[in-house]
């Protein structure tokens, strides 16, 4: 079985506009950085897991997922999140994929635990497998298997609607719900939880 991680990355120094009132661009651009980083050696660390792809229309990520052993794929203009998505589960499936995973750059607490976690559900496809954030309203992990199997859904009230698309491709719906993936990184109040704030602002 080949598994392939998707990683979508917005520009690094326009990512986590909302923590504005806290960090600086260049510390925001800093943060985005080490997240990026930990979110590709995280996946590089899983053996089942042939290839990382990042996902961005920003030449420093796309040279940093580069650097650190990952594919890449350069968006073209602004397209939406779930667009670009689409393209790069295309190159997936074309290089014969059997399964994706979608994992966002902005998961302080990811680990390979949480990632095997979400590859042991699935079994006996078709399936779906979903990790809610906290507020179980977005996607901080999507398993698709086979490739292609429901079209994107990423943004508000993303959980929901991509637990609704696997019921309608009659896919057998897997959550997988774990603090580590449950945190993703939005508002202060979030670098507090991940024990981030200090750390960033003393550099």
Known sequence: MIWWAIVP???????????????????????????????IQTLKSVAEIEQVLVVSRDPKALALARDLGARTVQENGAPHLNTALGRATALAKNSLAGGVLVVPADLPLLTSEAIQAVLEKAVHPPVIVVAPDRHHLGTNTLLVYPVGLIKYEFGRDSYERHRQQALKAGARLEICDLPTLALDIDLPEDLELAGLGQSITKK
């Not at 806290?22 to 800093?30: H, P, Y």
């Open 9 to 39: 990355v917005k520009p690094l120094t326009q990512g986590k506009s909302r923590l504005g009132s806290v960090l600086s661009q260049a510390e925001r651009a800093d943060l985005n950085t080490r997240l990026l980083s930990h979110t």
